[in-house]
């Protein structure tokens, strides 16, 4: 927690602190996604000794500020789930651009779990699991999808749509 942290890490947090508080703007550039990433995979690494990586390519400069907060809350869902009930070892977080879309894999190398018991978990418990992640990401016109079985790890895979403009700035 933030009781023993460290000197080197409370400067990064108050900077993801800053960059989560930009998310809230209406455009922002895609650093500061990076940044906040970046920033929640090395956290859940350092909590959790388990190995996190992040890859973020071919992104425009800019990106919609919910867009944004969207995918952080995605992603530190999915590494919850992926450190906290699938005891997984690795993760890997990759965010791309293909055919207009952003596209987000999330990929851990955990127990694995049958998808449809897992979902209607979630819906039951009304916990903020897999099955709000899929409703946000609906309601932002994406789709989820998760791939899993028992042993096998989880294939986490959302696009969204991308929403181009031309810099007016």
Partial sequence: GAAHESEETRPMRIAVADALAALDRDRMHNGYLLMALQWLARHSSEDSGRVVEVDVSGLPAKL???????????VQEA???????AQASHVLVKI???????????LDDGVGCDIEEALLRSSASQSTGLASMRERVRLFGGQLDLVSSPGEGLQLRARLPLHEESDES
């Fill in 64 to 74: 919609d500020g919910d867009l944004c907060t969207l995918l952080f809350r995605v």
């Fill in 79 to 85: 590494l919850a789930n992926a450190i906290k009930h």
């Fill in 96 to 106: 791309s651009r293909k055919a207009g879309q952003l596209q987000l894999l999330v």
